[in-house]
């Protein structure tokens, strides 16, 4: 069999190919994404348009706003963010979980300004044998994501203990209770002497009022 070896010119034509491939590729990483995007498909440049990459950047801006706003606890602050959402371009849909997060921070906000004027807490009429001879100050859906199989519960904040009552079952009594977080949906609670209790629930109105009950009753002196 004999083999044709390339000619010079056919080398350097070869070589100016591979050059050219290689300044194509390094003029996509220089000019980033957005430089390749017209050399997608129709249909991938339709996912990223410009208008989604817009909305997803205001959203962002909007999600940071209400965390710095919940951060400070000012109901004020909380209060401006309402008509951010229009100012940024963003409709209802898009914004929905926003603005369902600043209904709960208003919610809570509402209850802490309640009971700093020593108000008491709501009692909650509720005939489950669970809590039999206790005052139930909060009763919500919610469920244990660490729980196995949790598909879903009750959750019982009474004048006494923390009570989920689900696939699986979590209590903790207030004079146990040192802490206690929300982060999301989610409410943390640091129980003596090593354990962490988290419940989830289904909305950010019930999440964050469930926290600031929670806070209320694990420190009050009669439960310490």
């Known amino acids: 069999m004999r083999l044709t070896l390339p000619t010079p010119g056919e080398r350097n034509h070869g070589g100016n190919r591979l050059l050219q491939g290689r300044g194509r590729r390094a003029g996509c990483r220089r000019s980033g994404f957005r ?9 991938v440049r339709q996912m990223v348009a410009p208008g989604d990459l817009a909305r997803e950047k205001h959203l962002k801006t909007f999600r940071a706003e209400i ?4 951060a400070s606890g000012d109901r004020s602050r909380i209060e401006t963010l309402l008509d951010r959402p229009k ?4 409709d ?9 997060h600043l209904a709960g921070l208003l919610a809570a906000a509402d209850l802490r300004e309640r009971l700093a004027r020593g108000e008491p807490l709501e009692v909650i009429p509720t005939r489950h044998p669970a809590i039999t001879g206790e005052r139930c100050h ?4 919610a469920s244990s994501p660490d729980g196995l199989m949790d598909q879903g519960g009750k959750l019982f904040l009474t004048d ?3 009570l989920y009552l689900g696939a699986s079952k979590l209590e903790a009594e207030w004079r146990q209770v040192t802490e206690v977080r929300d982060q999301e949906r989610d409410i943390f609670l640091t129980v003596q002497p090593l354990d962490l209790l988290r419940v989830r629930f289904n909305s950010y109105v019930d ?4 926290a600031e009950i929670a806070r209320y009753l694990s ?4 439960n310490r």
């Open 92 to 100: 209802a849909e898009d914004a929905a979980l926003e603005c369902e």
């Open 138 to 141: 909060f009763l919500a859906p």
């Open 160 to 162: 006494r203990r923390i």
């Open 67 to 70: 965390q710095a706003a919940a």
């Open 207 to 210: 999440a964050l009022r469930a």
């Open 87 to 90: 100012q940024l371009g963003l």
């Open 219 to 222: 420190r009050s002196p009669r």
């Open 35 to 43: 430089g390749c995007l017209v050399k997608l498909p129709s249909f």
